[in-house]
């Protein structure tokens, strides 16, 4: 059983499209933290959440605590946003001991 | 560029031997986080070191150790090396033990047990 569920595991968009990456999680959190991870290993953070919305670019993502659930949206989406978004998970009293997501592996054609 | 540099890159060795993983984190960050990504998975948390102790641990058995040093560089070893242990090591830094520091992450090292 995995804390940490994403959804789709691989996606193919068109250069252009909106993307929605969704994570959700079982158990109680202090915060949540969208990654991006290229090929080769490197892991980027993106956003941390605790609650609401930030905005990065053509980043977005949200959380809703009570329904235990995030999204990443990426906007007018680009062949470099090709990449493994990863969703983490910072459950309560654990500090910053997470609990990881498989991944979502995207692909953005030109 | 996160400022974390994990040494070395890629590493091959054989069942039952030892190996010993590096791990350079940002100046001043007192914590770093050992992972586990096996391939096509989410990386898997191992343990953590907060000025110099260990402050909690994933499901892994006690071949697993570490130690961080004061000057802010840490390592992983494991002993007895088995082929379930090939995956990609990651270090991740952070300011402290709260979960809304960002965490830095090493750019990894990949790990193959023959």
């Known amino acids: 059983k995995n804390e940490v569920e994403q959804s789709p595991q691989n996606l193919t968009a068109q250069e252009g499209e909106f993307i929605t990456i969704n994570c959700s999680y079982s158990?109680?959190?202090?915060?949540l933290h969208w990654l991006q991870q290229h090929p080769g290993g490197g892991i980027v953070s993106l956003f941390m959440?605790?609650?609401g919305k930030k905005k990065h670019g053509r980043l977005i993502a949200t959380i809703n605590i009570q329904e235990k659930h995030s999204s990443l949206h990426i906007t007018a989406s680009h062949p470099r946003d090709s990449a493994v978004y990863i969703c983490?998970?910072?459950?309560?009293?654990?500090?910053?001991?997470?609990?990881f997501g498989t991944g979502t592996s995207l692909r953005v054609i030109p | 560029e996160t400022g974390v540099t994990q040494s070395p890159t890629h590493l091959i060795k054989t069942r039952g031997q030892q190996v010993t993983l590096r791990c350079s984190s940002q100046?001043?960050?007192?914590?770093v986080s050992w992972y586990q990504q096996a391939l096509g998975q989410g990386p898997q948390f191992i343990f953590q070191?907060?000025?110099?102790?260990?402050?909690g641990r994933g499901n892994f058995p006690p071949r697993f150790s570490g130690l961080q040093f004061p000057n802010y560089s840490s390592e992983l070893n494991v002993n007895a090396l088995e082929l379930d242990d090939s995956a990609l090591y990651l270090c991740a830094s952070s300011l402290s033990l709260a979960a809304y520091n960002e965490q830095f992450f090493g750019p990894g090292t990949r790990l193959t047990v023959l």
């Open positions: 158990v109680g959190i202090s915060a």
């Open positions: 959440l605790s609650s």
């Open positions: 100046s001043g960050h007192n914590t």
């Open positions: 070191y907060y000025r110099e102790e260990e402050n």
């Open positions: 983490a998970v910072g459950p309560l009293n654990t500090g910053n001991q997470f609990y």
